[in-house]
């Protein structure tokens, strides 16, 4: 996969420049991506969003291995998408199917599926991730560094039509769940370094004990970072 930065430039401008759909956002993402997998040569793509639980959600992807992939990776709260927003950061794997230590529910999922090499990217809104851009291709690949330059600039797109949907009011409940994320990322992160030092664990860890105690007491998470903050502990 070799991208020419003319091309991908252009491909950047078209995209950021027509936002003509049928005014929903979904379907203004799901052009993004077809577009990605055309430019990129890439299997498939998907898009997660943090929801208000700060919790990556299925919106949308391009085939139904990508939903397969996405889906699999927001309900076992591991694989590249989540340590991609939990680190903000681009994360990649050769073969995910041979992740069986690092991420064992999303290898045992894609063993059946054409889903190899995956990275993900996080999806920025005023400098704070929101969700993430995904792509897979359908053997093995070593991501180069000019792909994961590629893949971050394009998940600039994905961020210009979220931000585009907000202000012009089509994100719906989407809007909500974008905000809750930019309004308690700070707390959220804080307390991940926290318990990261407290519990000895590396920061996806620290981020699924917030989530899993969130689901527990039926709270967001956004309060479960402050009541650790504040206690010094999760909440019982």
């Keep these: 996969m070799n991208i020419a930065e003319a091309a991908l430039a252009e491909s950047l401008r078209r995209l950021t420049r027509s936002r003509e759909d049928n005014g ?27 929801d208000e639980q700060d919790m990556l959600r299925y919106v949308a992807a391009t085939d139904g291995p990508g939903r397969i992939l996405e889906k699999t990776e927001a309900d076992a709260g591991e694989g590249p998408c989540t340590e991609a927003y939990v680190k903000a950061t681009v994360v990649t794997s050769r073969d995910v199917t041979a992740e069986s230590e690092r991420w064992p529910r999303l290898a045992a999922a894609m063993v059946d599926q054409p889903v190899r090499a995956v990275l993900g990217t996080p999806v920025r809104l005023g400098g704070v991730p929101v969700g993430t851009l995904d792509v897979y291709l359908e053997q093995p690949h070593d991501w180069d560094e000019s792909e994961v330059v590629a893949l971050a600039r394009y998940a600039e797109v994905i961020a210009t039509t979220l931000s585009a949907a907000v202000q012009a009011h089509t994100a719906g409940e989407m809007a909500k769940q974008l905000q809750y994320a930019l309004d308690y990322r700070v707390v959220i992160e804080r307390s991940v370094g926290y318990l990261m030092a407290q519990q000895s664990v590396d920061a996806v860890a620290a981020f699924n004990a917030l989530r899993t105690a969130a689901r527990s007491s039926r709270t967001k998470i956004g309060i479960v970072a402050e009541h650790v903050l504040a206690h010094g502990e999760l909440p019982t």
Excluded: K
């Design 24 to 50: 929903s956002v979904i379907t203004a993402l799901e052009a993004v991506l077809e577009a990605c997998v055309d430019l990129f040569g890439v299997g498939g793509a998907g898009i997660l969003i943090a």
